[in-house]
Protein backbone atom coordinates (compact mmCIF):
# COMPACT_ATOMS: atom_id res chain seq x y z
CA UNK A 1 0.00 0.00 0.00
CA UNK A 2 0.79 3.02 -0.73
CA UNK A 3 1.69 6.06 1.92
CA UNK A 4 -0.60 8.61 2.26
CA UNK A 5 1.42 11.29 0.43
CA UNK A 6 1.51 14.53 2.67
CA UNK A 7 -0.50 17.50 2.05
CA UNK A 8 0.02 20.84 2.61
CA UNK A 9 -2.09 24.26 2.68
CA UNK A 10 -1.07 27.69 1.99
CA UNK A 11 -1.13 29.65 5.59
CA UNK A 12 -4.13 32.01 5.42
CA UNK A 13 -4.17 34.04 2.15
CA UNK A 14 -4.44 37.36 2.54
CA UNK A 15 -7.93 38.64 2.32
CA UNK A 16 -9.32 39.14 -0.56
CA UNK A 17 -12.36 41.26 -0.62
CA UNK A 18 -15.02 40.71 -3.56
CA UNK A 19 -15.55 44.09 -4.38
CA UNK A 20 -18.42 44.08 -6.42
CA UNK A 21 -17.20 45.47 -9.86
CA UNK A 22 -19.55 47.01 -11.84
CA UNK A 23 -19.62 46.95 -15.77
CA UNK A 24 -18.06 49.90 -16.56
CA UNK A 25 -19.50 51.56 -20.10
CA UNK A 26 -16.69 54.14 -20.21
CA UNK A 27 -17.17 57.32 -22.01
CA UNK A 28 -13.74 58.78 -22.87
CA UNK A 29 -13.37 62.64 -22.29
CA UNK A 30 -9.25 62.89 -23.53
CA UNK A 31 -7.54 65.57 -21.52
CA UNK A 32 -11.32 67.52 -20.64
CA UNK A 33 -10.79 69.64 -17.57
CA UNK A 34 -6.75 69.71 -17.68
CA UNK A 35 -5.43 72.69 -16.66
CA UNK A 36 -1.97 71.33 -18.09
CA UNK A 37 -0.46 67.83 -19.46
CA UNK A 38 1.43 65.95 -16.54
CA UNK A 39 4.45 64.40 -17.54
CA UNK A 40 3.68 60.77 -17.74
CA UNK A 41 -0.31 61.75 -19.97
CA UNK A 42 -1.37 61.54 -23.32
CA UNK A 43 -4.82 60.64 -22.66
CA UNK A 44 -5.31 60.81 -26.34
CA UNK A 45 -3.26 58.04 -27.16
CA UNK A 46 -4.86 55.94 -24.18
CA UNK A 47 -8.55 56.71 -25.19
CA UNK A 48 -7.64 56.12 -29.21
CA UNK A 49 -9.84 59.23 -28.60
CA UNK A 50 -9.15 62.45 -30.34
CA UNK A 51 -12.64 64.44 -29.42
CA UNK A 52 -11.89 66.68 -26.56
CA UNK A 53 -15.61 66.59 -25.65
CA UNK A 54 -17.89 64.02 -27.77
CA UNK A 55 -21.13 65.25 -28.53
CA UNK A 56 -24.37 64.30 -26.94
CA UNK A 57 -25.04 62.22 -29.77
CA UNK A 58 -21.49 61.00 -30.15
CA UNK A 59 -21.79 60.24 -26.28
CA UNK A 60 -25.23 58.15 -26.34
CA UNK A 61 -23.90 56.28 -29.46
CA UNK A 62 -20.94 54.98 -27.79
CA UNK A 63 -23.30 54.57 -24.60
CA UNK A 64 -25.97 52.17 -26.90
CA UNK A 65 -22.88 50.07 -28.26
CA UNK A 66 -21.78 48.59 -24.47
CA UNK A 67 -25.48 47.95 -24.09
CA UNK A 68 -25.77 44.69 -26.36
CA UNK A 69 -23.59 43.17 -23.44
CA UNK A 70 -26.60 43.25 -21.30
CA UNK A 71 -27.91 40.03 -20.22
CA UNK A 72 -30.66 39.00 -18.02
CA UNK A 73 -28.21 38.64 -14.28
CA UNK A 74 -26.49 41.65 -15.55
CA UNK A 75 -23.82 43.46 -12.65
CA UNK A 76 -24.84 46.80 -11.86
CA UNK A 77 -23.45 49.21 -14.46
CA UNK A 78 -21.91 52.59 -14.20
CA UNK A 79 -21.53 55.02 -16.98
CA UNK A 80 -18.18 56.82 -16.81
CA UNK A 81 -15.98 59.72 -17.41
CA UNK A 82 -12.43 58.67 -18.10
CA UNK A 83 -9.31 60.11 -19.31
CA UNK A 84 -9.79 64.21 -18.29
CA UNK A 85 -10.49 65.55 -14.96
CA UNK A 86 -13.71 65.81 -14.62
CA UNK A 87 -14.34 68.18 -11.78
CA UNK A 88 -11.89 70.84 -13.45
CA UNK A 89 -14.45 71.12 -16.24
CA UNK A 90 -16.68 74.19 -17.15
CA UNK A 91 -19.84 74.12 -14.93
CA UNK A 92 -22.35 73.98 -17.87
CA UNK A 93 -20.20 71.13 -19.41
CA UNK A 94 -20.44 69.08 -16.86
CA UNK A 95 -23.71 69.77 -16.50
CA UNK A 96 -24.28 68.58 -20.08
CA UNK A 97 -22.62 65.27 -19.89
CA UNK A 98 -24.54 64.39 -16.34
CA UNK A 99 -27.49 64.83 -17.71
CA UNK A 100 -26.73 62.88 -20.90
CA UNK A 101 -25.69 59.74 -18.54
CA UNK A 102 -28.41 60.42 -16.05
CA UNK A 103 -31.02 59.83 -19.03
CA UNK A 104 -30.02 56.33 -19.01
CA UNK A 105 -30.04 55.91 -15.00
CA UNK A 106 -34.02 57.44 -15.39
CA UNK A 107 -34.72 55.26 -18.21
CA UNK A 108 -33.10 51.77 -15.91
CA UNK A 109 -31.01 50.97 -18.45
CA UNK A 110 -27.90 51.51 -16.23
CA UNK A 111 -27.76 52.38 -12.44
CA UNK A 112 -25.11 55.23 -11.81
CA UNK A 113 -22.33 57.45 -13.15
CA UNK A 114 -18.95 57.45 -11.96
CA UNK A 115 -15.80 59.74 -13.09
CA UNK A 116 -12.26 60.53 -12.29
CA UNK A 117 -10.50 63.75 -11.54
CA UNK A 118 -8.29 65.34 -9.91
CA UNK A 119 -7.52 65.77 -6.06
CA UNK A 120 -7.28 69.76 -6.57
CA UNK A 121 -10.65 70.10 -7.94
CA UNK A 122 -12.58 68.31 -5.33
CA UNK A 123 -14.01 71.38 -3.58
CA UNK A 124 -17.43 71.95 -1.97
CA UNK A 125 -18.56 74.11 -4.57
CA UNK A 126 -17.36 71.33 -7.14
CA UNK A 127 -19.10 68.41 -5.20
CA UNK A 128 -21.98 70.30 -5.04
CA UNK A 129 -22.72 70.69 -8.78
CA UNK A 130 -23.60 67.00 -8.49
CA UNK A 131 -26.38 67.16 -6.27
CA UNK A 132 -29.26 65.86 -7.86
CA UNK A 133 -27.80 63.60 -10.28
CA UNK A 134 -26.99 59.39 -9.78
CA UNK A 135 -23.19 60.40 -9.61
CA UNK A 136 -22.24 56.94 -6.50
CA UNK A 137 -18.01 56.67 -7.71
CA UNK A 138 -15.37 59.43 -7.50
CA UNK A 139 -12.04 58.36 -8.55
CA UNK A 140 -9.14 60.51 -7.50
CA UNK A 141 -6.05 60.30 -9.36
CA UNK A 142 -3.60 60.93 -6.54
CA UNK A 143 -0.47 59.14 -8.30
CA UNK A 144 1.35 59.88 -5.68
CA UNK A 145 1.66 60.87 -1.87
CA UNK A 146 4.82 62.39 -2.10
CA UNK A 147 5.53 66.21 -2.99
CA UNK A 148 8.61 66.05 -5.09
CA UNK A 149 7.67 63.27 -6.92
CA UNK A 150 4.20 65.33 -8.08
CA UNK A 151 6.00 68.69 -8.56
CA UNK A 152 8.72 66.35 -11.10
CA UNK A 153 5.34 65.05 -12.66
CA UNK A 154 3.96 68.89 -12.94
CA UNK A 155 0.73 67.83 -11.51
CA UNK A 156 0.30 71.00 -9.79
CA UNK A 157 -0.98 69.85 -6.58
CA UNK A 158 -0.24 68.30 -3.20
CA UNK A 159 -0.63 65.27 -1.37
CA UNK A 160 -2.41 67.22 1.03
CA UNK A 161 -5.07 67.63 -1.59
CA UNK A 162 -5.80 64.22 -2.33
CA UNK A 163 -6.26 63.88 1.47
CA UNK A 164 -9.12 66.52 1.39
CA UNK A 165 -10.17 65.09 -1.77
CA UNK A 166 -10.76 61.86 0.04
CA UNK A 167 -12.62 63.20 2.81
CA UNK A 168 -14.34 65.60 1.15
CA UNK A 169 -16.22 62.77 -1.47
CA UNK A 170 -16.36 60.27 1.35
CA UNK A 171 -17.87 62.84 3.81
CA UNK A 172 -20.22 63.73 0.65
CA UNK A 173 -21.43 59.82 0.75
CA UNK A 174 -19.54 59.03 -2.37
CA UNK A 175 -18.20 55.67 -3.07
CA UNK A 176 -14.19 56.45 -3.54
CA UNK A 177 -11.59 54.81 -5.11
CA UNK A 178 -8.09 56.22 -5.50
CA UNK A 179 -5.40 55.81 -8.20
CA UNK A 180 -2.01 55.78 -7.50
CA UNK A 181 1.54 54.77 -10.48
CA UNK A 182 4.36 52.96 -9.52
CA UNK A 183 7.94 54.33 -11.34
CA UNK A 184 7.25 58.06 -11.83
CA UNK A 185 10.26 60.14 -12.16
CA UNK A 186 11.95 61.13 -9.09
CA UNK A 187 10.16 58.07 -7.14
CA UNK A 188 11.95 54.76 -5.72
CA UNK A 189 10.66 51.63 -4.28
CA UNK A 190 10.48 53.14 -1.19
CA UNK A 191 8.43 56.21 -1.81
CA UNK A 192 5.88 54.40 -3.50
CA UNK A 193 5.38 51.92 -0.99
CA UNK A 194 5.34 55.07 1.52
CA UNK A 195 2.71 56.42 -1.06
CA UNK A 196 0.88 53.31 -0.78
CA UNK A 197 0.26 53.29 2.85
CA UNK A 198 -0.51 57.25 2.76
CA UNK A 199 -3.37 56.06 0.79
CA UNK A 200 -4.87 52.99 2.53
CA UNK A 201 -4.59 55.22 5.46
CA UNK A 202 -7.25 57.26 3.43
CA UNK A 203 -9.59 54.12 3.19
CA UNK A 204 -10.75 54.35 -0.04
CA UNK A 205 -12.86 51.89 -1.49
CA UNK A 206 -10.72 50.55 -4.03
CA UNK A 207 -7.77 51.55 -5.58
CA UNK A 208 -6.16 51.50 -8.99
CA UNK A 209 -2.30 50.54 -9.76
CA UNK A 210 -0.75 51.96 -12.36
CA UNK A 211 2.58 51.65 -13.39
CA UNK A 212 4.58 54.33 -15.19
CA UNK A 213 4.91 54.07 -19.04
CA UNK A 214 6.63 55.84 -21.67
CA UNK A 215 3.91 57.05 -24.06
CA UNK A 216 4.60 58.99 -27.28
CA UNK A 217 4.08 62.75 -27.55
CA UNK A 218 4.20 62.87 -23.71
CA UNK A 219 6.82 65.02 -22.07
CA UNK A 220 8.15 61.72 -20.67
CA UNK A 221 8.99 60.30 -23.89
CA UNK A 222 11.52 63.47 -24.02
CA UNK A 223 12.68 62.87 -20.61
CA UNK A 224 13.27 59.36 -21.66
CA UNK A 225 14.92 60.00 -25.03
CA UNK A 226 17.57 62.39 -23.89
CA UNK A 227 18.18 60.12 -21.16
CA UNK A 228 16.83 61.62 -18.16
CA UNK A 229 14.44 58.95 -16.93
CA UNK A 230 14.76 55.17 -16.71
CA UNK A 231 11.62 53.38 -16.54
CA UNK A 232 11.06 50.29 -13.86
CA UNK A 233 11.49 46.87 -16.15
CA UNK A 234 8.53 44.86 -16.13
CA UNK A 235 9.89 42.70 -13.40
CA UNK A 236 10.83 45.22 -11.41
CA UNK A 237 7.23 46.97 -11.69
CA UNK A 238 5.08 43.78 -11.14
CA UNK A 239 6.92 42.42 -8.25
CA UNK A 240 6.25 46.38 -6.87
CA UNK A 241 2.61 46.36 -7.85
CA UNK A 242 2.63 42.73 -6.10
CA UNK A 243 4.11 44.26 -2.57
CA UNK A 244 1.38 47.26 -2.72
CA UNK A 245 -1.45 44.40 -3.74
CA UNK A 246 -0.37 42.51 -0.77
CA UNK A 247 -0.44 45.71 1.29
CA UNK A 248 -3.70 47.11 0.26
CA UNK A 249 -5.08 43.53 0.55
CA UNK A 250 -4.14 43.71 4.50
CA UNK A 251 -6.38 47.08 4.68
CA UNK A 252 -9.21 45.44 3.44
CA UNK A 253 -9.04 47.21 0.66
CA UNK A 254 -10.06 46.12 -3.21
CA UNK A 255 -7.74 46.52 -5.77
CA UNK A 256 -9.69 46.90 -8.92
CA UNK A 257 -6.89 47.08 -11.44
CA UNK A 258 -3.17 46.53 -11.99
CA UNK A 259 -1.68 47.97 -15.24
CA UNK A 260 -3.02 49.91 -18.10
CA UNK A 261 -5.92 48.52 -20.16
CA UNK A 262 -4.90 47.60 -23.97
CA UNK A 263 -5.57 48.60 -26.30
CA UNK A 264 -4.68 47.67 -29.79
CA UNK A 265 -2.51 50.61 -30.24
CA UNK A 266 -0.55 49.80 -26.93
CA UNK A 267 -0.52 46.05 -28.06
CA UNK A 268 0.88 47.06 -31.21
CA UNK A 269 3.18 49.33 -29.28
CA UNK A 270 2.82 52.51 -31.74
CA UNK A 271 2.12 54.30 -28.29
CA UNK A 272 4.09 52.70 -26.19
CA UNK A 273 8.12 53.63 -25.99
CA UNK A 274 9.06 52.42 -22.76
CA UNK A 275 7.92 50.57 -19.69
CA UNK A 276 6.53 47.76 -18.00
CA UNK A 277 3.39 47.71 -20.36
CA UNK A 278 2.02 44.43 -20.32
CA UNK A 279 -1.67 43.96 -21.83
CA UNK A 280 -1.86 40.93 -18.58
CA UNK A 281 0.14 42.98 -16.17
CA UNK A 282 -2.54 42.12 -13.07
CA UNK A 283 -2.69 38.60 -14.10
CA UNK A 284 1.44 38.65 -13.49
CA UNK A 285 0.91 40.47 -10.19
CA UNK A 286 -1.17 37.71 -9.16
CA UNK A 287 0.75 35.08 -10.70
CA UNK A 288 3.96 36.02 -8.92
CA UNK A 289 1.77 36.00 -5.14
CA UNK A 290 0.57 32.90 -6.41
CA UNK A 291 4.35 31.60 -7.01
CA UNK A 292 6.06 33.53 -3.62
CA UNK A 293 3.21 31.33 -1.63
CA UNK A 294 4.25 27.93 -3.16
CA UNK A 295 8.28 28.91 -2.39
CA UNK A 296 7.07 29.49 0.94
CA UNK A 297 5.36 25.90 1.28
CA UNK A 298 8.29 23.93 -0.29
CA UNK A 299 10.75 25.64 2.01
CA UNK A 300 9.25 24.41 4.86
CA UNK A 301 10.04 20.85 3.16
CA UNK A 302 12.72 19.37 4.44
CA UNK A 303 13.26 16.41 2.14
CA UNK A 304 14.45 16.47 -1.65
CA UNK A 305 10.83 16.32 -3.70
CA UNK A 306 9.80 14.22 -6.71
CA UNK A 307 6.48 15.15 -7.71
CA UNK A 308 3.77 17.72 -6.20
CA UNK A 309 0.81 18.51 -6.88
CA UNK A 310 -0.76 22.09 -6.91
CA UNK A 311 -4.54 22.22 -5.79
CA UNK A 312 -6.35 25.60 -6.30
CA UNK A 313 -9.61 26.47 -7.32
CA UNK A 314 -10.59 26.03 -10.84
CA UNK A 315 -10.63 29.38 -11.58
CA UNK A 316 -7.26 30.00 -10.59
CA UNK A 317 -5.55 27.51 -12.33
CA UNK A 318 -4.01 30.04 -15.24
CA UNK A 319 -3.10 32.12 -12.36
CA UNK A 320 -0.69 28.88 -10.58
CA UNK A 321 0.23 28.25 -14.00
CA UNK A 322 1.74 31.40 -14.67
CA UNK A 323 1.83 32.54 -18.01
CA UNK A 324 3.26 30.50 -20.36
CA UNK A 325 3.83 28.16 -17.28
CA UNK A 326 6.61 30.60 -16.04
CA UNK A 327 5.75 29.65 -12.57
CA UNK A 328 5.75 25.64 -13.03
CA UNK A 329 9.02 26.06 -14.69
CA UNK A 330 10.54 28.11 -12.04
CA UNK A 331 9.79 25.82 -8.93
CA UNK A 332 10.68 22.87 -10.90
CA UNK A 333 13.90 24.36 -11.32
CA UNK A 334 14.57 25.87 -8.33
CA UNK A 335 13.36 22.90 -6.16
CA UNK A 336 14.62 20.60 -8.28
CA UNK A 337 11.42 18.97 -8.86
CA UNK A 338 10.85 16.11 -11.60
CA UNK A 339 6.88 16.78 -12.03
CA UNK A 340 4.65 19.19 -11.07
CA UNK A 341 0.79 19.46 -11.94
CA UNK A 342 -1.77 21.90 -11.13
CA UNK A 343 -5.44 20.60 -10.27
CA UNK A 344 -8.34 22.57 -9.84
CA UNK A 345 -10.81 21.90 -6.88
CA UNK A 346 -14.15 23.38 -7.52
CA UNK A 347 -14.49 22.85 -3.54
CA UNK A 348 -11.03 25.10 -2.72
CA UNK A 349 -11.64 28.30 -1.62
CA UNK A 350 -10.91 31.04 -3.97
CA UNK A 351 -6.77 32.43 -3.27
CA UNK A 352 -6.04 28.79 -1.58
CA UNK A 353 -3.37 26.70 -2.30
CA UNK A 354 -2.72 23.24 -1.58
CA UNK A 355 0.13 20.92 -1.90
CA UNK A 356 0.24 17.51 -2.51
CA UNK A 357 3.98 16.35 -2.06
CA UNK A 358 5.88 13.02 -3.57
CA UNK A 359 9.79 13.06 -1.81
CA UNK A 360 11.94 10.81 -3.43
CA UNK A 361 12.99 9.30 -0.28
CA UNK A 362 9.45 7.56 -0.52
CA UNK A 363 9.49 7.14 -4.22
CA UNK A 364 12.52 5.16 -3.79
CA UNK A 365 11.60 3.01 -1.16
CA UNK A 366 8.23 2.26 -3.19
CA UNK A 367 9.95 0.53 -5.68
S1 LIG B 1 -2.93 62.77 -15.60
FE1 LIG B 1 -5.04 63.50 -15.41
S2 LIG B 1 -4.83 65.69 -14.97
FE2 LIG B 1 -2.86 65.03 -15.80
S3 LIG B 1 -3.01 65.42 -17.99
FE3 LIG B 1 -3.63 63.29 -17.69
S4 LIG B 1 -5.86 63.37 -17.49
FE4 LIG B 1 -5.10 65.45 -17.21
Known sequence: MRPEKPS??????????????PFIIPVFIPHAGCPHQCVFCNQKAITQSEVHAPSTAQIEASIRSYLKYLTPNRKPMQIAFYGGNFLGIDHREIIRLLNVATQFVQDGIVDGIRFSTR??????????????????TIEIGAQSMNDAVLA?????HTAGHTVCAAQLAKAAGYEVGIQMMVGLPGDDDAGTISTGQRIAALSPDFVRIYPAVVLEHSPLANWYRMGQYTPLSLSAGVSLVKILYLMFQESNI??????????????????????????AFGHLVMAE??????????????????????????????????????NI???????????IDVKGDPLMPDHHISLVIEHKFRENILR
Do not use: W
Request: aromatic share 6%.
Open 8 to 21: ISSPSMPPVEDHVK
Open 119 to 136: PDTITKDRLAILHGFPVS
Open 152 to 156: ICRRG
Open 254 to 279: AVIRMGLQATTDTQKGSIFLAGPFHP
Open 289 to 326: IYRDRVIELLKASSSALEAVTLCVNPKRISTMRGLKNE
Open 329 to 339: DYLKNRFHIRR
